[in-house]
């Protein structure tokens, strides 16, 4: 979407400008970490290596900045777009992990620089050529300097927790700078006579006047409401002459005709929807004059009916989005035999309802099957995964007796369990290269513990080829990098070489203490429990089609905060959630979460896309606060907060 020529101006002498602003940024983060200003304890071990990597790479960090700056805000007008992708992309902890930093960072720069930034877009607007103040109109956002400042770190920092601190320091020093810059900015248009827009307000016709607190009242109503409308009704029809109840239904029709004009101008609906709201009013106040409920009841259908139109209609932001289409083809259908129908009453806005709920339960599983290859990939992530654990307990037990050194035992417990997984996956559990890895398991157990006896040395010698090539089709299979097999392979090496070599090995008496206290933190050896070679071991659990219900419970997927998995359990399929996800905050809608909810699949804001995400990265993005309903109040009780405002009256 093409900006106007004006904003874009402005956008490219404010892009010019960005190359001092990064130096002046680069010069105060050098000075704060020299400092070690606001470093937590943690943050300082890497403080050494930041200060060289900055200086050291200084060049690389001002080009990063301003490449990614300059690339995040030529994106701000096409973000919709630009965040699709085809193919399925899993959404884990390390992936989330970049965005939470990035999350924080832009909080530090949007409540440091906050009014400049309001102030700023109010004129923005007017260059956009919108009518009022829209966060939109200014592709200068926090967002997208918190971005090009997580590019920079990138560029100069090797580890991730090295780019988290330079971030967060850097962002602190980068708020303050903005916060002139934009004020800058602001001076810079309103002198060269750019006139700001103005924040969208809804102005109503003035407030009838309520009795004052412990003033004398009219007479009152019979029956006093308990509702937010009931109440105020109460004290609009004390009002009318002697109280008749011909001044009760003026005042029901003045109520919501208020009511009704807060909700059409409601900003959070989207405008395409906000004329279904309107046809609705003139049925909704004759059910209102006929049901004295209806005002004090807020799941009264009349209600439900206008909360259920606005949430679906705010789940596809995107223009041409053909859910979208289809969902106003249907809403406009139904409004307009409401508002047709000769006695509108309580009844037809539940069978309304009900066939919105149908509609919005097909639509949903439309969704669905078009998602379907995703679906059936994450269900295969899932087995795989329960797999893995299983295994890996076993492989942990099977070692438990075997001395040897961290990273084999790692490697055994860890990565073979990966590469026997992923082959009963793909081969199936009594297919041949399945049951060569499983057989490798015991050849390189063996292989650790060699007896010191000439006959063990040949067999070892015959066995040592074919078992170094297993092990590297293995992890070829589950794509582990090429340093790390090597590493892998130098290590076995190691311990094959000694054992290799004729006379008795090193007994653990000729170790120093502090060798001996080292290999105590690297092995944990339990009893061993009853060896068997570990063929055995798994043979049952090749042949089930599922796995055990009793090493489900032992999954590894307890969260430290107990709030977070049960804000997790209670999302069901359909729910719609604002996340902060690929540095952008999206809606999203609850398509799949798998059997034992390890997995979970979203439709995105466009028709076709989906984001799947495992378990725990969500649960690490709902602990940031970076995962939310879509509406914090639904349509209707959030208008009626609004107009109790008006009324100067508490919610």
């Known amino acids: 979407m093409a900006i106007a020529p004006q904003l874009q101006r402005f956008v490219d002498e404010e892009l010019a400008r960005a190359a001092g602003l990064i130096e002046r940024c680069l ?15 943690r943050e300082r071990e890497h403080h050494f290596e930041i200060v060289e990597a900055l200086q050291g790479g200084a060049t690389r960090y001002r080009q990063a900045f301003g490449d990614a700056l300059r690339e995040a805000v030529l994106r701000a007008p096409q973000e919709p777009a630009a965040a699709a992708g085809g193919g399925l992309v899993l959404m884990d902890e390390s992936r989330v992990e970049v965005d939470i930093e990035i999350s924080r960072a832009l909080q530090i720069i949007d409540s440091t620089a906050e009014w400049e930034l309001r102030e700023l877009q109010t004129f923005t607007s007017t260059l956009a050529g919108q009518q009022h103040v829209s966060a939109e109109s200014n592709p200068l956002r926090p967002l997208a300097f918190a971005t090009a400042l997580w590019e920079a770190a990138c560029a100069v920092a090797p580890t991730f927790a090295q780019r988290a601190t330079l971030l967060r320091v850097s962002a602190g020093v980068m708020a303050g700078l903005l916060k002139t810059a934009w004020a800058a900015a602001s001076s810079r248009l309103e002198a060269q006579g750019v006139q700001p827009g103005i924040y969208r307000t809804v102005i109503l016709a003035a407030p009838l006047a309520l009795p004052e ?55 959070a609906v989207p405008v395409a929807c906000r004329p279904l709201i309107g ?79 149908a509609f919005l339960a097909e639509q949903l599983q439309w969704q669905l099957r078009e998602a379907q290859p995703s679906v059936e990939s994450l ?52 297919a041949e290269p399945t049951a060569t890895y499983v057989k490798t398991v015991d050849d390189l157990l063996w292989s650790l513990q060699t007896p010191d006896h000439p006959q063990s040395r040949q067999r070892l010698i015959a066995l040592l080829p074919g078992l170094l090539q297993r092990l590297r089709e293995g992890m070829a299979l589950v794509a582990v990098p090429e340093a790390d097999q090597q590493a892998v392979l130098n290590d076995l090496m190691a311990v094959h070489t000694v054992a290799l070599r004729p006379g008795a090995k090193p007994a653990d008496e000729t170790l120093t203490p502090q060798e001996i206290v080292q290999r105590m933190r690297e092995e944990v050896i339990s009893d061993p429990p009853p060896q068997r070679p570990f063929a055995d071991s798994v043979i049952d659990l090749a042949s089930m089609d599922t796995v055990p219900a009793d090493f489900l419970a032992s ?56 984001h799947s995400i495992t378990r725990r990265a969500l649960e690490r993005l709902d602990a940031a606060n970076l995962l939310q309903p879509l509406e914090a109040k639904p349509l209707v009780p959030r208008n009626i907060e609004a107009l109790l405002t008006q009324f100067s009256l508490e919610p």
């Open 213 to 267: 607190r412990g003033a004398a009242a009219a007479p009152a109503t019979p029956s006093p409401r308990t509702g937010a409308l009931g109440r105020l009704l109460d004290g609009l029809t004390n009002q009318a002459p002697g109280g008749r109840p011909g001044g009760g239904e003026k005042a029901v029709v003045d109520l919501l005709s208020r009511l009704f004009a807060l909700m059409q101008a409601d900003t």
């Open 279 to 357: 046809r609705l009013q003139f049925a909704a106040l004759r059910v209102a004059v006929q049901d004295p409920a209806m005002l004090d009841t807020p799941e009264h259908p009349v209600w439900q009916l206008m909360n259920r139109l606005a949430a679906a209609g705010s789940t596809y932001p995107t223009e041409g989005d053909r859910r979208l289409a289809t969902l106003l083809a249907f809403a406009e259908a139904l409004t307009e035999e409401i508002a047709r129908a000769p006695a509108a009453d309580v009844t037809t806005f539940r069978r309304a309802l009900t066939r919105l709920d």
């Open 27 to 41: 010069a105060g983060t050098l000075t704060l970490l020299r400092d070690h200003g606001g470093l937590t304890p």
């Open 379 to 430: 269900q295969r992530a899932e087995r795989r995964e329960l797999l893995e654990h299983v295994l890996s307990q076993r492989l942990t037990e099977q070692m438990a007796s075997v001395r040897t050194s961290a990273p084999i035992r790692r490697f055994v417990t860890g990565t073979w369990s990966k590469v026997l997984a992923e082959a009963m996956q793909r081969f199936g559990e009594q």
């Open 555 to 610: 999954r590894p997927m307890e969260a430290t905060d107990a709030e977070g998995p049960r804000r997790l359990e209670t999302l069901a399929p359909g729910e719609r959630q604002r996340i902060f996800l690929q540095r952008r905050w999206s809606v999203v809608q609850l398509l799949w979460r798998s059997e034992q909810g390890l997995y979970f699949l979203f439709a995105g804001e466009r028709s076709g896309q989906t």
